[in-house]
């Protein structure tokens, strides 16, 4: 089995939550989650964070903490996501979103009510847990998980 890493952001503005929708060609098409993906050689999971973010919806971020880590996706080939609190820059047009065409087909701002009530099919029910928890305050900090960036060998994991 292989798993792969990915740096997620949850970002909170005005009490409501940033979720993307993943487009048909991509893993889970049409599952919505937070931003976020596979981290680049040399880059820190937060780095990767950010740098997704802006790159799925045109949005500047600053990770404030970590949140937690969930296993979503196929049973052989899962996905560990490892879930980062964020914020937004100041200045952000929060209603235009730039989302690259084939690779995310949809954003959204939700409350966590609308989360909670299933206003959009999640990639994995455990992100609600998160984003509770996220809600609550429930936010660690950014000192219990490792900053140094990623080699190669640490994106992906073959276990056996």
């Known amino acids: 089995m292989k798993v792969t890493l990915v740096a997620s952001a949850m970002v909170e503005h005005t009490g409501k939550y940033l979720l993307v929708q993943q487009a048909r060609s991509r893993r889970q098409p049409g599952k919505w989650g937070p931003p976020g993906g596979k981290p ?18 045109g949005l ?4 404030t903490g970590f949140v937690g880590i969930i ?3 196929h049973r052989e080939d899962p996905n560990l996501f490892v879930c980062f609190a964020a914020k ?3 200045g952000q047009d929060t209603e235009n979103l730039q989302l690259p065409p084939g690779e995310i087909s949809g954003g959204r ?7 909670e009530k299933d ?13 509770r928890r996220l809600s609550e305050g429930k936010v660690f900090p ?3 998980v490792q900053h140094e960036p990623l080699d190669a060998a640490s994106i992906s994991y073959n276990l056996s």
């Open 119 to 131: 206003a959009v099919t999640l990639r994995s029910t455990p992100f609600k847990d998160l984003y």
């Open 109 to 115: 701002w939700l409350e966590l009510a609308e989360i």
């Open 88 to 90: 937004l820059q100041p």
């Open 71 to 73: 296993r979503s996706g």
């Open 60 to 63: 500047a971020i600053e990770i």
């Open 40 to 57: 680049d050689v040399g880059e820190t999971l937060p780095d990767a964070a950010v740098r997704e973010t802006t790159e799925e919806t």
């Open 142 to 144: 950014l000192e219990l």
